[in-house]
């Protein structure tokens, strides 16, 4: 439901509204018109989350380094260097544009902290876990939660025939990330109007859909084939969102553009009810399609590109993902589902997740609605158990009890930190959950979108229709 709209300030044709609880950025013109708007209009927002989400990240990057603060800035800095040449030149006049309207409101952050800003996620998945040929990381993995998840049907699975997808974001709640969550209604002069998720000053960072029909969403799954000199997620996935037409389309961004980390893109087509799981690392990409007879397809935090599993033919990646979750023996397929659903291997991301989701849209088949999507992306039963845990009820384990929609209690990322460009200093600690989870509807525009609480869900979910979001600036 939406209960009231508020006009928080305009700037040029682009403007800043309270939906339903909900903070919105509409964003129209060229590359730097609409990065001047986003300045402009959240700028002290901006200054802010620059400075503390910084902050958690180094601190996140120096936990699974085990090493200080300043090493995990340094690092993060390392990171935007090595990505920063693989900005596509619209996307750095956007964050030029960025830059500029919050120096015009008297800001200290710069575009360096802005391009640092849209490479920080990358440069956190990086570090997220071991690489055995990379002396910079560490050999043993940090024990680091698992990640975001979907699912999308469509045709026999949904009620009324339409594509239905959901997606959950899950990470921590570090400093300044709860309270800046916004949702971006784009409009630019070239390429499909879009909505996304994401964070004041930050172009995108894991999907949305556009108003071609085209919804896609990222799944962190690692690889031994990282690097920071490639794109990242949020660069990908404006790439896609802004100029994607067909799946083909989104294949083609994915194995064309110089990639970073191991993500799964989720990419769907309501013109067309399809959809592909495009499965890659920095160096390798392969397309994993619904099993023949199932119109559905979910996803998690590992891949499923293997050889004869669910109807696969192409390249192996799970032999890149097989030493980063210490899996012991991948040389069939039963035992590569045995190790990666092992319950004693932390290493492994909420792998029960993926056993959930094919349950759910077996006992729904046929049923599926946007209401039930959102009961599907809010459930909290246990895959292995069938026990129902309570909002703040702890996982069992990193990949043992993880639930669809989840959650773990306080980590601690260190004590009395000195914030990025700030006089703060305070303890670091988080929790990991659903940041947000939405809903859409690709082909008539709806979309449900939760991200008032934490975990999101539980804060319930708000009603949009892109195309006529689109309309207030046209």
């Given at each position: 439901m939406k209960i009231g709209t508020e006009i928080i300030g305009t700037y040029g044709k682009g403007f800043l509204e309270n939906s339903g609880g909900i903070r919105v950025l509409h964003l129209k013109g060229s590359p730097y018109e609409r990065g001047y708007q986003h300045g402009t209009l959240l700028a002290s927002e901006i200054t802010n989350v620059i400075s503390d989400g910084i902050t958690g990240a180094a601190s996140v990057v120096a936990t699974a380094l085990q090493a200080n603060i300043e090493t995990g800035l340094q690092k993060l800095k390392e990171g935007q260097k090595a990505a920063g040449p693989y900005i596509p030149p619209e996307f750095r006049e956007e964050m030029t544009g960025i830059a500029?309207?919050?120096?015009?409101?008297?800001?200290?952050?710069?575009?360096?902290?802005?391009?640092?800003?849209?490479?920080?996620?990358?440069?956190?998945c990086f570090f997220a876990h071991p690489d055995p040929s990379d002396p910079n990381r560490p050999a043993e993995r940090h024990a680091y939660p698992p990640g975001c998840s979907s699912c999308s049907t469509w045709g026999d699975a949904t009620q009324d025939g339409s594509l239905i997808m959901g997606k959950n974001m899950d990470n921590l709640d570090l400093p300044g990330i709860l309270e800046n969550r916004i949702l971006v209604i784009s409009d630019p002069d070239h390429g499909f109007g879009h909505a996304n998720i994401t964070h004041p000053g930050m172009i995108a960072i894991d999907g949305g859909f556009n108003e071609g029909g085209i919804e896609m969403m990222t799944q962190y799954s690692p690889s031994i084939y990282e690097t920071m000199s490639g794109c990242g997620i949020g660069i990908l996935s404006r790439l896609i969102l802004q100029y994607a037409h067909t799946i083909n389309d989104a294949v083609n961004i994915l194995t064309v553009y110089p990639r970073c980390t191991g993500i799964n893109y989720h990419v769907t087509d309501a013109k067309v009810n399809?959809?592909?799981v495009i499965e890659v690392s920095a160096s390798e990409a392969a397309i994993r399609r619904p099993e023949k007879g199932t119109d559905a397809l979910w996803t998690s935090n590992h891949y499923n590109c293997y050889p004869g599993w669910k109807g696969y033919t192409g390249k192996n990646m799970v032999k890149g993902q097989a030493p980063v979750y210490k899996l012991q023996d991948i040389s069939t397929i039963e035992k590569w589902q045995e190790g990666i659903y092992d319950p004693k291997n932390d290493n492994i991301a909420g792998a029960g997740r993926f056993k959930r989701y094919e349950k759910l849209v077996k006992e729904n088949y046929?049923?599926?609605?946007?209401?039930?999507?959102?009961?599907?992306?809010?459930?909290?039963?246990?895959?292995?158990?069938?026990?129902?845990?309570?909002?703040?009820?702890?996982?069992?384990g990193f990949n043992d009890g993880v639930t669809i929609c989840m959650f773990t209690p306080l980590n601690q990322y260190g004590k009395q930190v000195p914030f990025y460009k700030n006089d703060k200093k305070e303890d670091i600690s988080a929790r990991f959950g659903n940041l947000w989870s939405l809903v859409a509807v690709p082909g008539s525009g709806d979309f449900y979108l939760a991200m008032q609480d934490f975990p999101a869900q539980r804060g319930g979910y708000v009603h949009f229709n892109l195309k006529a979001e689109l309309q207030k600036t046209r």
């Open positions: 500029d309207g919050i120096a015009s409101k008297g800001s200290p952050m710069t575009l360096d902290d802005v391009l640092l800003w849209n490479t920080m996620y990358d440069s956190w399809r959809a592909a046929g049923r599926i609605t946007a209401e039930k999507m959102m009961q599907i992306m809010s459930d909290r039963i246990n895959p292995d158990t069938g026990e129902e845990r309570e909002w703040e009820a702890p996982s069992g």
